[in-house]
């Protein structure tokens, strides 16, 4: 189907491992996005990209990885995950950077 | 330093009336605005937007309002229904400068039938 999926939708982790978070966007669509929800916080940019191979980092990068190599995928890795990367991870995707479209989400609890 | 505020985490409002969200920006460089509402378990979706050279958009139901003075924009809903009822993110851009939204903490909307 078109659009933009996350995997897993659901992920429960330990603190000091690593995990990384899929996404996948059908639009061939230039930018993808990194953001995490968290209460109080709203959504914070963690990494972006404008294309494949180019990303730079958003808000709040710290502890996590990003790559780009297919212009469709975005994955998210926490290399040594901590509790307080503990919250909701959202991809999103789009033609330009002032318009976003998002996935659905993946929730990451880190114990 | 916030640079996209919703001062009210929360609106609680009745079935047929109007709703009204407040965003308010730091940024005068800002020239691209857009509301995103966001269901539980689900992706923010995108809802309206407006551009710096207007001070008004609408778009059925929902019309955003854009005071560039006060670094003041407002999204009001007429008339609120149930399904209103979301988290609703007001975000900003620096739209010819190419750079990602900046997005505000969120107003969690309730809809009282």
């Known amino acids: 189907d078109a659009g933009i999926t996350q995997s897993p939708r659901y992920k429960i982790t330990e603190t000091g491992r690593q995990v990384t978070l899929m996404c996948h966007q059908t639009?061939?669509?230039?930018?993808m996005f990194w953001y995490r929800q968290d209460l109080g916080h709203g959504l914070r940019l963690i990494y972006y990209?404008?294309?494949?191979?180019?990303?730079d980092k958003g808000e709040v990068p710290d502890g996590y990885v990003v790559s780009r190599s297919k212009t469709e995928n975005f994955p998210l890795t926490l290399e040594s995950a901590t509790r307080s990367q503990t919250s909701v991870y959202f991809c999103?995707?789009?033609?330009?950077?002032?318009?976003?479209?998002f996935g659905p989400g993946t929730r990451l609890t880190v114990t | 330093d916030q640079q996209v505020k919703q001062n009210s985490p929360s609106l609680s409002v009745q079935e047929g009336r109007i709703s009204i969200l407040n965003c308010d920006y730091t940024n005068s460089m800002f020239d691209y605005f857009l509301w995103y509402k966001k269901y539980p378990a689900e992706g923010p979706t995108f809802l309206i937007s407006?551009?710096?050279?207007?001070d008004k958009n609408e778009d059925g139901r929902f019309t955003v309002f854009l005071n560039k003075s006060a670094k003041h924009l407002s999204l009001h809903i007429v008339p609120s229904q149930p399904g209103d009822s979301a988290v609703y993110f007001c975000a900003a851009s620096l739209k010819s400068g190419n750079t990602p939204l900046v997005f505000g903490k969120g107003t969690r909307l309730s809809v009282i039938a």
């Open positions: 999103a995707s789009s033609p330009v950077p002032y318009e976003q479209y």
């Open positions: 639009w061939s669509h230039s930018y």
């Open positions: 990209s404008a294309a494949a191979d180019i990303t």
């Open positions: 407006i551009s710096s050279i207007k």
